[in-house]
Protein backbone atom coordinates (compact mmCIF):
# COMPACT_ATOMS: atom_id res chain seq x y z
CA UNK A 1 0.00 0.00 0.00
CA UNK A 2 1.08 3.77 -0.56
CA UNK A 3 2.60 5.56 2.32
CA UNK A 4 2.48 8.72 1.17
CA UNK A 5 -1.00 9.63 -1.14
CA UNK A 6 -1.35 13.15 -2.83
CA UNK A 7 -4.44 15.16 -3.44
CA UNK A 8 -5.89 16.06 -5.99
CA UNK A 9 -5.00 13.45 -8.43
CA UNK A 10 -5.27 16.09 -10.73
CA UNK A 11 -5.17 19.79 -10.99
CA UNK A 12 -5.71 22.48 -14.13
CA UNK A 13 -5.05 25.58 -13.58
CA UNK A 14 -3.97 28.95 -15.67
CA UNK A 15 -0.61 30.11 -16.23
CA UNK A 16 -0.09 32.81 -13.44
CA UNK A 17 -1.47 30.94 -11.04
CA UNK A 18 -0.26 29.09 -7.68
CA UNK A 19 -0.89 25.83 -7.44
CA UNK A 20 -1.00 23.58 -4.03
CA UNK A 21 -0.57 20.06 -3.67
CA UNK A 22 -1.34 17.64 -0.97
CA UNK A 23 -0.06 14.76 0.54
CA UNK A 24 -0.79 12.75 3.69
CA UNK A 25 0.97 9.83 5.00
CA UNK A 26 0.86 6.98 7.67
CA UNK A 27 3.56 6.41 9.61
CA UNK A 28 6.34 9.11 11.27
CA UNK A 29 8.76 9.85 8.63
CA UNK A 30 12.62 10.66 8.69
CA UNK A 31 12.02 13.37 5.99
CA UNK A 32 9.45 13.79 2.90
CA UNK A 33 10.32 14.47 -0.38
CA UNK A 34 8.62 16.13 -3.80
CA UNK A 35 9.81 15.28 -7.31
CA UNK A 36 8.27 15.79 -10.78
CA UNK A 37 8.18 13.80 -13.74
CA UNK A 38 7.53 15.20 -17.19
CA UNK A 39 5.65 13.39 -19.83
CA UNK A 40 7.85 10.40 -20.78
CA UNK A 41 10.74 11.26 -18.38
CA UNK A 42 12.05 10.10 -15.07
CA UNK A 43 11.53 12.00 -11.65
CA UNK A 44 13.46 14.24 -10.74
CA UNK A 45 14.09 15.43 -7.36
CA UNK A 46 12.47 18.57 -6.00
CA UNK A 47 13.09 19.49 -2.62
CA UNK A 48 13.05 17.19 1.01
CA UNK A 49 12.05 18.49 4.03
CA UNK A 50 13.10 16.39 7.38
CA UNK A 51 10.89 15.99 10.19
CA UNK A 52 12.12 18.25 12.46
CA UNK A 53 11.46 21.46 9.55
CA UNK A 54 7.94 23.05 9.31
CA UNK A 55 8.42 24.68 5.88
CA UNK A 56 11.03 24.87 3.29
CA UNK A 57 11.55 27.05 -0.08
CA UNK A 58 13.20 26.47 -3.54
CA UNK A 59 12.61 29.31 -5.93
CA UNK A 60 9.18 29.09 -6.46
CA UNK A 61 8.47 26.29 -4.33
CA UNK A 62 7.44 25.85 -0.94
CA UNK A 63 6.92 22.97 1.20
CA UNK A 64 5.28 22.86 4.27
CA UNK A 65 4.99 19.89 6.47
CA UNK A 66 2.34 19.35 9.94
CA UNK A 67 3.85 15.90 11.53
CA UNK A 68 1.05 15.99 13.88
CA UNK A 69 -1.02 15.44 11.02
CA UNK A 70 1.06 13.77 9.05
CA UNK A 71 0.47 15.84 5.66
CA UNK A 72 2.49 17.99 3.63
CA UNK A 73 1.72 20.27 1.15
CA UNK A 74 3.65 21.74 -1.88
CA UNK A 75 2.97 24.95 -3.41
CA UNK A 76 4.28 26.24 -6.62
CA UNK A 77 4.02 29.94 -7.15
CA UNK A 78 3.13 31.79 -10.53
CA UNK A 79 3.14 28.42 -12.62
CA UNK A 80 4.01 28.34 -16.47
CA UNK A 81 3.36 25.91 -18.40
CA UNK A 82 6.67 24.40 -18.20
CA UNK A 83 5.24 23.42 -14.80
CA UNK A 84 2.72 20.77 -16.04
CA UNK A 85 3.93 17.67 -15.18
CA UNK A 86 2.94 15.02 -12.25
CA UNK A 87 4.03 15.48 -8.94
CA UNK A 88 5.02 13.16 -6.34
CA UNK A 89 5.67 12.79 -2.55
CA UNK A 90 8.01 9.82 -0.96
CA UNK A 91 8.57 9.30 2.95
CA UNK A 92 11.70 8.02 4.35
CA UNK A 93 9.86 5.85 7.47
CA UNK A 94 11.45 6.01 10.46
CA UNK A 95 10.14 3.01 11.90
CA UNK A 96 13.94 1.44 12.79
CA UNK A 97 15.89 -0.66 10.64
CA UNK A 98 16.34 -0.42 6.94
CA UNK A 99 13.13 0.71 5.81
CA UNK A 100 12.35 1.39 1.86
CA UNK A 101 11.34 4.83 0.58
CA UNK A 102 7.57 4.98 -0.57
CA UNK A 103 5.88 6.90 -3.62
CA UNK A 104 2.58 7.94 -3.88
CA UNK A 105 0.35 8.17 -6.50
CA UNK A 106 0.62 11.22 -7.87
CA UNK A 107 -0.92 14.87 -8.64
CA UNK A 108 -0.79 15.47 -12.76
CA UNK A 109 -0.75 19.41 -13.13
CA UNK A 110 -1.56 20.90 -16.45
CA UNK A 111 -1.17 24.62 -16.21
CA UNK A 112 -2.64 26.55 -19.02
CA UNK A 113 -0.86 29.29 -20.90
CA UNK B 1 20.08 11.87 -15.65
CA UNK B 2 22.64 12.23 -12.77
CA UNK B 3 25.11 9.45 -14.14
CA UNK B 4 22.29 7.01 -14.39
CA UNK B 5 21.28 5.06 -17.60
CA UNK B 6 19.26 2.15 -18.69
CA UNK B 7 19.25 -0.50 -21.12
CA UNK B 8 17.35 -1.17 -23.25
CA UNK B 9 15.36 2.05 -23.75
CA UNK B 10 12.40 0.00 -25.25
CA UNK B 11 11.57 -3.44 -25.47
CA UNK B 12 9.53 -6.00 -27.23
CA UNK B 13 9.11 -9.31 -26.25
CA UNK B 14 6.67 -12.25 -26.59
CA UNK B 15 5.04 -14.32 -22.99
CA UNK B 16 7.20 -16.57 -22.01
CA UNK B 17 10.44 -15.34 -22.62
CA UNK B 18 13.34 -14.04 -20.03
CA UNK B 19 14.25 -10.34 -20.51
CA UNK B 20 17.17 -8.51 -18.06
CA UNK B 21 17.11 -4.70 -17.89
CA UNK B 22 20.55 -3.47 -16.97
CA UNK B 23 21.17 0.02 -15.08
CA UNK B 24 24.27 1.20 -14.94
CA UNK B 25 25.19 4.03 -12.47
CA UNK B 26 28.56 6.47 -12.59
CA UNK B 27 27.67 8.10 -9.12
CA UNK B 28 29.13 5.09 -6.61
CA UNK B 29 25.93 5.46 -5.07
CA UNK B 30 25.40 2.85 -2.35
CA UNK B 31 21.23 2.22 -2.85
CA UNK B 32 20.09 1.23 -6.21
CA UNK B 33 16.63 0.20 -7.06
CA UNK B 34 14.16 -0.74 -9.78
CA UNK B 35 10.30 0.37 -9.87
CA UNK B 36 7.75 -0.28 -12.24
CA UNK B 37 5.15 2.38 -13.14
CA UNK B 38 1.61 1.97 -13.88
CA UNK B 39 -1.35 4.20 -14.92
CA UNK B 40 -3.21 4.64 -11.32
CA UNK B 41 -0.37 2.90 -9.75
CA UNK B 42 2.53 5.39 -9.23
CA UNK B 43 5.62 3.74 -8.75
CA UNK B 44 5.95 0.36 -7.12
CA UNK B 45 8.87 -0.88 -5.63
CA UNK B 46 10.22 -4.02 -7.61
CA UNK B 47 13.51 -4.84 -5.80
CA UNK B 48 16.28 -2.54 -4.15
CA UNK B 49 20.06 -3.35 -3.43
CA UNK B 50 22.08 -1.72 -0.57
CA UNK B 51 25.30 -3.08 -1.45
CA UNK B 52 27.20 -5.34 -4.12
CA UNK B 53 25.85 -8.77 -3.62
CA UNK B 54 23.18 -7.63 -1.11
CA UNK B 55 19.60 -6.99 -2.60
CA UNK B 56 15.91 -7.13 -0.92
CA UNK B 57 12.62 -7.36 -2.14
CA UNK B 58 10.39 -4.82 -2.70
CA UNK B 59 6.62 -4.77 -3.30
CA UNK B 60 6.00 -6.31 -6.59
CA UNK B 61 8.45 -8.62 -6.65
CA UNK B 62 6.77 -11.84 -7.57
CA UNK B 63 8.38 -12.61 -11.06
CA UNK B 64 11.51 -10.48 -11.06
CA UNK B 65 14.85 -11.59 -10.00
CA UNK B 66 17.66 -8.70 -9.78
CA UNK B 67 21.43 -9.36 -9.27
CA UNK B 68 24.55 -6.72 -8.44
CA UNK B 69 27.72 -8.02 -9.06
CA UNK B 70 28.94 -4.82 -9.04
CA UNK B 71 28.46 -1.06 -7.44
CA UNK B 72 27.95 0.32 -10.79
CA UNK B 73 25.39 -2.31 -12.22
CA UNK B 74 21.95 -3.46 -10.97
CA UNK B 75 20.35 -5.82 -13.17
CA UNK B 76 16.42 -6.74 -13.65
CA UNK B 77 15.20 -10.01 -15.09
CA UNK B 78 11.87 -11.29 -15.80
CA UNK B 79 12.18 -14.77 -15.73
CA UNK B 80 9.14 -15.61 -17.67
CA UNK B 81 7.67 -12.79 -18.85
CA UNK B 82 4.04 -12.14 -18.79
CA UNK B 83 1.41 -9.76 -20.50
CA UNK B 84 1.11 -8.06 -16.83
CA UNK B 85 4.59 -6.88 -16.88
CA UNK B 86 3.98 -4.31 -19.34
CA UNK B 87 5.12 -1.79 -17.70
CA UNK B 88 7.68 1.36 -17.81
CA UNK B 89 10.63 0.47 -15.29
CA UNK B 90 12.48 2.72 -13.67
CA UNK B 91 16.21 2.51 -12.07
CA UNK B 92 16.90 4.73 -9.21
CA UNK B 93 20.40 5.07 -6.83
CA UNK B 94 20.50 7.21 -4.00
CA UNK B 95 23.73 7.67 -1.90
CA UNK B 96 22.45 6.15 1.88
CA UNK B 97 24.75 9.00 4.00
CA UNK B 98 24.06 8.01 7.66
CA UNK B 99 22.26 4.98 7.03
CA UNK B 100 18.96 7.10 4.97
CA UNK B 101 18.36 7.15 1.00
CA UNK B 102 17.01 10.59 1.21
CA UNK B 103 17.43 12.09 -2.29
CA UNK B 104 16.58 9.43 -5.57
CA UNK B 105 18.13 9.97 -8.53
CA UNK B 106 16.28 8.51 -11.51
CA UNK B 107 17.45 6.76 -14.70
CA UNK B 108 14.86 7.49 -18.18
CA UNK B 109 12.99 4.84 -17.94
CA UNK B 110 12.88 1.33 -20.45
CA UNK B 111 9.27 0.35 -21.76
CA UNK B 112 8.80 -2.51 -21.84
CA UNK B 113 5.74 -4.37 -23.78
CA UNK B 114 5.09 -8.19 -23.73
CA UNK B 115 3.15 -9.46 -26.24
Known amino acids: SQQGEEDPQALSIQEGENATMNCSYKTSINNLQWYRQNSGRGLVHLILIRSNEREKHSGRLRVTLDTSKKSSSLLITASRAADTASYFCATDPNSGGYQKVTFGIGTKLQVIP | DAGITQSPRHKVTETGTPVTLRCHQT?????MYWYRQDPGHGLRLIHYSYGVKDTDKGEVSDGYSVSRSKTEDFLLTLESATSSQTSVYFC??????????????FGPGTRLLVL
Open chain 2, 27 to 31: ENHRY
Open chain 2, 92 to 105: AISEGSNGRQETQY
